[in-house]
Structure formats: structure tokens, C-alpha cells
């Protein structure tokens, strides 16, 4: 049973540049989460996507954006990308009854911004 | 609004000794506590939760948990620490809606 699965691992940007992540749920979760985490700090809630939509979102620009897919599988787009946004992305799949329940977390994808 | 706290950047402890590493939190409602552990450039993995019940959670590893409400704490405890118990620990909170706040982590050392 394939966990939960991102790409790409690492990727290096230049400010001003978009940047697409994406992100695979573990079988059988229909919720997917994304999670900022910069240097030393502690995961930062981005948004969260059921149904194919947006269903809360946390303190980031419009910059920041997202798609869910039919299959669950979702997407993490970052425009006009800034220093600041270098950071790991974390996505986090779980199941709709587990909303209060615990978040299953892929390995990241480091995103270097210079 | 919900947030949580982790007051200790660090907690160093020998081998073989009990750990404490402490949360705590603020939340409207009844809160839904967690515990998660993260290796170096890996992602989060879960340890252990509290929803309702009896304050005292057992998880993962032979990790544990004591969650006080009177306190608003959530201490993530250990009788006897390992080596490979050293990592970033974070405390998260959910208030019953979909957001899932996680504080700034506490490194645990174990020495040998």
C-alpha cells in the first residue's frame, strides 16, 4: 500500500519564476492538506482540498494556489515566486471520517528559491 | 483562534532516562491533539493522538501522552530513552475543523 507520494524531491528556482508541486494521497484518503515548512519552524497550514475543492485555507497570498484531481490527487502552483518561499512542502492525505484524526505526510518537496 | 506551543527548543536527556517534551495549546472547543516525529529531510510521521477518553494516550514507539485540560497541556513522555529516539518532535492541535496547527518543534538528543 503506497504511502503518501510527492514530486519533484528538490527543485531550484529563480524569483519571479511558478513552481507546480504534486502530490498522490495514500489508497483510500479523499483529503489532501499542504503544509509550508520553512528552516527551523514548524509546518505552516497552506490549504486543504476534498471534493475537488478548495475547503479552508491558511494565511498565504493568492500567490499561492491549488488543484484537486478526480482521483484525489492534487497539485501546489506558487507564482512570482519570492526568497522567502524557499521551504519544504509538505502534502498530507487523510480520510474524510478522519477529519479530527491523524495526518499521513509525504517526504516533501524542497523548493530553493534564489 | 487555535495555536500551539512548544516551549523548549531542545530537551537533552542520557539513554535509558524518562523524557518529557512539552505542549501546550489554545483552542475553543474541545480539542483534538496530536504528536508527530520528524527525521532529517523526511516528512512528519504520526506518534500518537488524543480525541477523548482517558488523559493518558499511549503510541507509537512506546511513546505516551498526558493530556490536562486544566493546564491546556499535552506532554509527550517516555520512561526510557533510546539513541534513535533523537528527532524533531512537534505538538499539533485541531479544534474540530479542517485546519491542523503544528508548533515550532522541540529537537530531542539522546545521549549514549
Do not use: M
Not at chain 2, 475553543?28 to 477523548?52: A, C, D, E
Not at chain 2, 505538538?91 to 539522546?110: D, E, S, W, Y
Request: aromatic share 14%; with cysteine; proline share 5%.
Amino acid at each position: 500500500d503506497a504511502g503518501v507520494t510527492q514530486s519533484p524531491t528538490h527543485l531550484i528556482k529563480t524569483r519571479g519564476q511558478q513552481v507546480t508541486l504534486r502530490c498522490s494521497p495514500k489508497s483510500g484518503h479523499d483529503t489532501v492538506s499542504w503544509y509550508q515548512q520553512a528552516l527551523g519552524q514548524g509546518p505552516q497550514f497552506i490549504f486543504q482540498y476534498y471534493e475537488e475543492e478548495e475547503r479552508q485555507r491558511g494565511n498565504f497570498p493568492d500567490r499561492f494556489s491549488g488543484h484537486q484531481f478526480p482521483n484525489y490527487s492534487s497539485e501546489l502552483n506558487v507564482n512570482a515566486l519570492l526568497l522567502g518561499d524557499s521551504a519544504l512542502y509538505l502534502c498530507a492525505s487523510s480520510p474524510l471520517q478522519g477529519d479530527t484524526g491523524e495526518l499521513f505526510f509525504g517526504e516533501g518537496s524542497r523548493l530553493t528559491v534564489l | 483562534a487555535q495555536s500551539v506551543a512548544q516551549p523548549e527548543d531542545q530537551v537533552n536527556v542520557a539513554e535509558g532516562n524518562p523524557l518529557t517534551v512539552k505542549c501546550t495549546y489554545s483552542v475553543s472547543g474541545n480539542p483534538y491533539l496530536f504528536w508527530y516525529v520528524q527525521y532529517p529531510n523526511r516528512g512528519l510521521q504520526f506518534l500518537l493522538k488524543y480525541i477523548t477518553g482517558d488523559n493518558l494516550v499511549k503510541g507509537s514507539y512506546g511513546f505516551e501522552a498526558e493530556f490536562n485540560k486544566s493546564q491546556t497541556s499535552f506532554h509527550l513522555k517516555k520512561p526510557s530513552a533510546l539513541v534513535s529516539d533523537s528527532a524533531l518532535y512537534f505538538c499539533a492541535v485541531n479544534g474540530g475543523g479542517f485546519k491542523t496547527i503544528f508548533g515550532a518543534g522541540t529537537r530531542l538528543f539522546v545521549k549514549a
